[in-house]
């Protein structure tokens, strides 16, 4: 079973408009949850992560996430889209289940930003 | 600083034939992960070293994987014989510190293709 889940797998946004990134996770126990983005021949890059101490998380590049544990979501938002933004998004999860190294990945979001 | 670093960038090899990828963590990092995404799917979870010894290598897909870390540094893995079905991005992560919060830093990934 899919541990985490996000909705959509491109996803096409205007410059200046709202971003918002679909995760879902599937625990009974709240996990660990991170956002990556990879930008073009680029590694991964960690943009925020919830660790239960706020469900309101913000992150780099004016990014923020909030955790909603009543509907097991992690989505990822930004106000207002730049050019830069166009990469591809990971929902990424630690599950108590598992060794406390291990992240299990969504299929990621590709995001495109049009002018 | 250095991140980690993941050697090579891009390998094409036949059927049958063998390849070792090789990363250079972030120096000070006890931990080492390796990941890889086939073409269109998530991003998959291979093992967790701590210094040289595999903390978690439930990820590996059959024996013809072998990782290793000697010294506790780099890591190698190589695939033996290479099937097509192995094809993908290999990820190379490292983390400093023990924690289910902890940030993993990810490398530019080795493309890997099968032919």
């Known amino acids: 079973a899919q541990s985490v889940t996000q909705l959509g797998s491109h996803v096409s946004v205007s410059e200046g408009a709202l971003v918002l990134l679909r995760c879902n996770y599937s625990?009974?126990?709240?996990?660990?949850l991170f956002w990556y983005v990879q930008y073009p021949n680029q590694g991964l890059q960690l943009l925020l992560k919830y660790t239960s101490a706020a469900t309101l998380v913000k992150g780099i590049n004016g990014f923020e996430a909030e955790f909603k544990k009543s509907e097991t979501s992690f989505h990822l938002t930004k106000p207002s889209a730049h050019m830069s933004d166009a990469a591809e998004y990971f929902c990424?999860?630690?599950?108590?289940?598992?060794?406390?190294?291990?992240?299990?990945f969504g299929a990621g979001t590709q995001v495109v930003v049009t002018p | 600083e250095a991140g980690v670093t993941q050697f090579p960038s891009h390998s094409v090899i036949e059927k049958g034939q063998t390849v070792t990828l090789r990363c250079d963590p972030i120096?000070?990092?006890?931990?080492l992960y390796w990941y890889r995404r086939v073409m269109g799917k998530e991003i998959k979870f291979l093992l967790h070293f701590v210094k040289e010894s595999k903390q978690d290598e439930s990820g590996m897909p059959n024996n013809r994987f072998l990782a290793e870390r000697t010294g506790g540094t780099y890591s190698t893995l190589k695939v033996q014989p290479a099937e097509l079905e192995d094809s993908g991005v290999y990820f190379c992560?490292?983390?400093?510190?023990?924690?289910?919060?902890?940030?993993?830093?990810f490398g530019q990934g080795t493309r890997l293709t099968v032919v």
């Open positions: 992560a490292s983390s400093q510190g023990t924690g289910w919060d902890t940030e993993a830093f």
């Open positions: 625990s009974s126990v709240p996990p660990y």
């Open positions: 120096s000070g990092h006890d931990n």
């Open positions: 990424a999860v630690r599950l108590s289940g598992d060794s406390w190294g291990k992240l299990q």
